[in-house]
Every structure is written in structure tokens, then in C-alpha cells.
């Protein structure tokens, strides 16, 4: 009876995880603002490639497993260095008080890209992929606003053998043991204000409201709602060696509490990052990267999930890793310029 119980209140709390907030949670978003906001397209002097990894809420079975792989780079854009041997790194420290000091906005500039995530709870299984493309411009010497939209579908599965039931048939999921699948029309949109110190940005993911039901029945339903996001971060100057990035995220999904993000990031000078978030709610969370020379970045983090949620004493915390490899880095830029 006992387990009967937990396992009730495990599919339970998983499936309206699922079905209310539609979209998976990143802990590390902050290192690729990208996934949920379009407009960041482009945004660098090379082609940007991330793969992300996230288990959710270990040791719970069935619990939530996100993949994701991304790559957006500019097309036509400007170094605002005229060539590759005017790499300014004056001393020991490429992001110096000189550096910034020297920002400019970007020139005009397109961007194109691709997203692909994978997001699977229990035995509903969601695949997402859509195509961006972004337009940056300058505002003032120092500040640029970019626009970008994705368009794609997000294909929905249900893996019937998976589940239990009671009963022989349960209308909810119809009847047979073959797997159900819908695919639904995925639109998103954003836009990105950035200078050398703060960034201010806003987006949308599944703007279009999309009814449809899993099997032929007019009574079991599911709304793919929209899902809005708002963020912005401010960089601080901590001497010659040092950088804090602090920033926030709110999201707003109907009939879903708003969920706020805090973070906290200090980066000693290209190469080491340590970091951390706090969601309401839902826990604290540690972070840490690390840049390989030019070519790779690396971070790690992991949360201790223990909010007000039916699984908060039950799990042993969310792993979630990223790797980041940036092509074509004609400058040798260690770490992002306009995101850090």
C-alpha cells in the first residue's frame, strides 16, 4: 500500500511537470541564454556549439532527463578588430579594465541557428527542433539590440508499454500497446539589448496555443501553452583579475506560479568560473567552468532540489553538464564577449 502511495505521488508530480510546465528547466542557462531566447543568435565572432546533459531529481525513477544540442554563429558581421593579429591581450588578464574599457557595439549583422532538445519524463517522451534567425544593430557606441524568431515542431510520445493499469482500458490513452505520437508546430520569439556590462532580454516559446488531444477523444486534451521569459545581468569590475556577472530570470507560464531565478557568477580572467542559483522554491544550486584554450568550455552543476515539491526529501539532486566548442574562432577568443 505504502509504495503503491509513492508511486502514485511520483507519476502524479512528473506528469504535471510535464503537462503544465511544458518546457525543461535549465539550471545553467546563463552560460547559453540561446536556448531560451532566439534573439542571441550571432551574437559572437564564431560559429557557438553547446551539448547539455541533464538529470533531474536522481534516484527517482521515471524522473525528468533533458538533452540538448545547439549551434547558432553571425553571417556578415564585423570584428570590431580589423584582423587576427590585432588581438589587443595586453599582460596577463585578455578581459582587463582596457578591454572593456575599448567595447564597441556590434556592427549589423545576421544570425542563423539550431536547436534540438530532447526532454523525456517517465513514458512521455518530447523532441523538440527549430531554426533561428536573429538581426543585430547598434544603438549607441556601446549598445546593441538584436531580434530573432525560431520556427520548427515538437513531436510528443507516449510509450504505452511503459505504463500500468488498473483497469484493461483507460479512455485517457486508448487502447492498444503501440505508441502514441503528435507533432505540434513550435514557434518562438525574443529580443536581446546588450552592451559591455548588462544585458537586458525577453522571449517566448510556443506563442501559438495549440490544442490536441493524445488519442480520438474530444474529452482528454492537452494545451501547449505559451511560456514567457524575462532576464536581464549586470557585470561588475572586481580589479584587473576578476569579473562578477549578477543576473536573474523570471518565468511566466498561466496557471503555473511565477518562478524566479537568482545568479551569481565570478570569473577569474579567461580561463576559471565559479558560480551559483537560487530558484524559488525549488533550492540552491553550485556551478563551475572552465575554458580550454580556444577551442572547448566546459561546466558542471548540480542542484540539491529540496524546494516544497512532493519529491524534495526523495531525490538526490539534479546533475547537468554542458560542453561548449566554438568554431571557426578566427580570433581566439577564450570566452564569450558579449554574453560572458
Same mark, same amino acid.
Given at each position: 500500500m505504502?509504495?503503491r502511495?509513492?508511486?502514485?505521488?511520483?507519476?502524479?508530480?512528473?506528469?504535471q511537470?510535464?503537462?503544465?510546465?511544458?518546457r525543461?528547466?535549465?539550471?545553467?542557462?546563463?552560460?547559453?541564454?540561446?536556448?531560451?531566447?532566439?534573439?542571441?543568435?550571432?551574437?559572437?565572432?564564431?560559429?557557438?556549439v553547446?551539448?547539455?546533459?541533464?538529470?533531474?531529481?536522481?534516484?527517482i525513477?521515471?524522473?525528468?532527463k533533458?538533452?540538448?544540442?545547439?549551434?547558432?554563429?553571425?553571417?556578415g558581421?564585423?570584428?570590431?578588430?580589423e584582423?587576427?593579429?590585432?588581438?589587443?591581450?595586453?599582460g596577463?588578464?585578455?578581459?582587463s579594465?582596457?578591454?572593456?574599457?575599448?567595447?564597441?557595439?556590434?556592427?549589423?549583422?545576421h544570425g542563423?541557428?539550431?536547436t534540438?532538445?530532447n526532454?523525456?519524463t !517517465?513514458?512521455? %517522451?518530447?523532441?523538440?527542433?527549430?531554426? *533561428?534567425?536573429?538581426?543585430?544593430? /547598434? #544603438?549607441?557606441?556601446?549598445? $546593441?539590440?538584436?531580434?530573432?524568431f525560431?520556427?520548427?515542431?515538437?513531436s510528443?510520445?507516449?510509450?504505452?508499454?511503459?505504463?500500468?493499469?488498473a483497469?484493461?482500458?483507460?479512455p485517457a490513452? !486508448?487502447?492498444? %500497446?503501440n505508441?502514441?505520437?503528435?507533432? *505540434?508546430?513550435?514557434?518562438?520569439? /525574443? #529580443?536581446w539589448l546588450?552592451? $559591455?556590462?548588462?544585458f537586458?532580454?525577453?522571449?517566448?516559446?510556443?506563442?501559438?496555443?495549440?490544442?490536441?488531444?493524445?488519442?480520438?477523444?474530444?474529452i482528454?486534451?492537452?494545451?501547449?501553452?505559451?511560456?514567457?521569459?524575462?532576464?536581464?545581468g549586470?557585470?561588475?569590475?572586481?580589479g584587473?583579475?576578476l569579473?562578477?556577472?549578477?543576473?536573474?530570470?523570471?518565468?511566466?507560464?498561466a496557471?503555473?506560479?511565477?518562478?524566479?531565478?537568482?545568479?551569481?557568477k565570478?570569473?577569474?580572467?579567461?580561463?576559471?568560473w565559479?558560480?551559483?542559483?537560487?530558484?524559488?522554491?525549488?533550492?540552491?544550486?553550485?556551478?563551475?567552468?572552465?575554458?580550454?584554450?580556444?577551442t572547448?568550455?566546459?561546466?558542471?552543476?548540480?542542484?540539491?532540489?529540496?524546494?516544497?515539491?512532493?519529491?524534495?526529501?526523495?531525490?538526490?539532486?539534479?546533475?547537468?553538464?554542458?560542453?561548449?566548442f566554438?568554431?571557426?574562432n578566427k580570433?581566439?577568443?577564450?570566452?564569450?564577449?558579449?554574453?560572458w
Amino acid at each position: 500500500m505504502i509504495r503503491r502511495l509513492q508511486f502514485t505521488i511520483i507519476l502524479f508530480t512528473l506528469v504535471q511537470c510535464m503537462f503544465a510546465q511544458q518546457r525543461p528547466n535549465y539550471t545553467q542557462y546563463v552560460m547559453n541564454n540561446y536556448i531560451v531566447n532566439p534573439a542571441i543568435g550571432g551574437i559572437e565572432n564564431y560559429i557557438d556549439v553547446k551539448l547539455s546533459v541533464r538529470n533531474q531529481w536522481i534516484g527517482i525513477e521515471g524522473a525528468p532527463k533533458t538533452f540538448y544540442a545547439t549551434i547558432h554563429g553571425p553571417i556578415g558581421k564585423k570584428d570590431y578588430r580589423e584582423s587576427t593579429s590585432s588581438l589587443d591581450m595586453k599582460g596577463s588578464n585578455p578581459r582587463s579594465r582596457e578591454y572593456w574599457d575599448n567595447y564597441s557595439a556590434s556592427a549589423p549583422h545576421h544570425g542563423l541557428g539550431l536547436t534540438v532538445v530532447n526532454y523525456q519524463t !517517465g513514458y512521455i %517522451n518530447r523532441s523538440t527542433s527549430y531554426a *533561428t534567425y536573429s538581426y543585430h544593430m /547598434g #544603438l549607441t557606441g556601446t549598445t $546593441s539590440l538584436a531580434a530573432g524568431f525560431g520556427a520548427g515542431f515538437s513531436s510528443t510520445n507516449i510509450n504505452r508499454s511503459k505504463i500500468t493499469l488498473a483497469n484493461s482500458f483507460d479512455p485517457a490513452i !486508448g487502447n492498444g %500497446n503501440n505508441d502514441i505520437t503528435k507533432i *505540434t508546430p513550435e514557434l518562438n520569439a /525574443g #529580443l536581446w539589448l546588450y552592451s $559591455s556590462n548588462y544585458f537586458i532580454g525577453a522571449s517566448a516559446q510556443q506563442i501559438i496555443p495549440v490544442k490536441t488531444n493524445l488519442v480520438d477523444s474530444s474529452i482528454y486534451k492537452t494545451t501547449l501553452i505559451p511560456h514567457i521569459f524575462f532576464t536581464a545581468g549586470y557585470r561588475l569590475s572586481a580589479g584587473e583579475d576578476l569579473s562578477v556577472l549578477s543576473s536573474f530570470m523570471v518565468r511566466y507560464i498561466a496557471s503555473t506560479p511565477l518562478a524566479i531565478d537568482l545568479n551569481l557568477k565570478v570569473q577569474y580572467h579567461d580561463l576559471l568560473w565559479i558560480g551559483t542559483n537560487f530558484r524559488k522554491g525549488d533550492g540552491f544550486a553550485a556551478m563551475v567552468g572552465v575554458n580550454v584554450a580556444h577551442t572547448v568550455n566546459i561546466s558542471y552543476s548540480y542542484d540539491n532540489n529540496k524546494g516544497k515539491n512532493l519529491l524534495g526529501i526523495m531525490n538526490r539532486g539534479t546533475n547537468e553538464l554542458v560542453l561548449g566548442f566554438p568554431l571557426n574562432n578566427k580570433y581566439g577568443d577564450l570566452c564569450p564577449r558579449n554574453i560572458w
